[in-house]
């Protein structure tokens, strides 16, 4: 968590990573925005009919409160976490004594899931859109990593 700057008339906020599902199935992975001293259930139930929400690639977006399901803090762990790990192998799910072929399907069946069209086509929100493609170049990038080093090692 980060406090972010305080302006005279605001409040400080914490950054505070959660997930949030909304009423159409969809779900966020982003930052809220919390004063000292409140509680996560209280920023959701107060007067504001939306709330500012970051999302994971930096963009803020406001998500109607009636839209919202469920909300609840992240605690790193799960495919959401792994996605943004250092090592190649966790975004993609695999052990590095997994076989080519396993490696390959892990990878193909997370492009399927993440993708920014399969998202377009789901009529989720543009800026979902764009954090889909986020996480497609990070899948992508962990694969040709993966590779690389494979091909190093033969």
């Given at each position: 968590?980060?406090t972010?700057?305080?302006?005279?008339?605001l409040?400080?906020?914490?950054?505070?990573?959660?997930?949030?599902?909304?009423?159409?199935?969809?779900?966020?992975d982003?930052?809220?925005?919390?004063?000292?001293?409140?509680?996560?259930v209280?920023?959701?139930?107060?007067?504001?009919?939306f709330?500012?929400?970051?999302?994971?690639?930096?963009?803020?977006?406001?998500?109607?409160?009636?839209?919202?399901?469920?909300?609840?803090?992240?605690?790193?762990?799960?495919?959401?976490h792994?996605?943004?790990t250092?090592d190649?192998?966790t975004?993609?799910?695999?052990?590095?004594?997994?076989?080519?072929e396993?490696?390959?399907?892990a990878?193909?069946a997370?492009?399927?899931?993440?993708?920014?069209?399969?998202?377009?086509a789901?009529?989720?929100?543009p800026?979902?859109?764009?954090?889909?493609?986020?996480?497609?170049?990070?899948?992508?990038?962990?694969?040709?990593?993966?590779?690389?080093?494979r091909?190093?090692?033969?």
């Amino acid at each position: 968590m980060r406090t972010e700057p305080a302006s005279p008339q605001l409040r400080p906020r914490t950054r505070v990573r959660v997930a949030m599902a909304l009423t159409e199935g969809h779900m966020l992975d982003g930052f809220l925005f919390i004063a000292e001293r409140e509680r996560l259930v209280d920023l959701v139930n107060d007067a504001r009919r939306f709330l500012p929400f970051e999302t994971i690639t930096g963009e803020f977006v406001l998500i109607a409160k009636d839209e919202i399901r469920a909300v609840r803090p992240f605690e790193g762990r799960g495919p959401a976490h792994a996605i943004f790990t250092g090592d190649p192998y966790t975004v993609l799910g695999v052990h590095s004594d997994d076989s080519d072929e396993a490696i390959k399907q892990a990878y193909y069946a997370l492009l399927r899931q993440l993708h920014p069209q399969q998202a377009e086509a789901s009529g989720l929100h543009p800026a979902l859109v764009d954090c889909a493609g986020a996480l497609t170049r990070r899948v992508i990038e962990a694969y040709d990593h993966i590779l690389r080093n494979r091909k190093r090692g033969r």
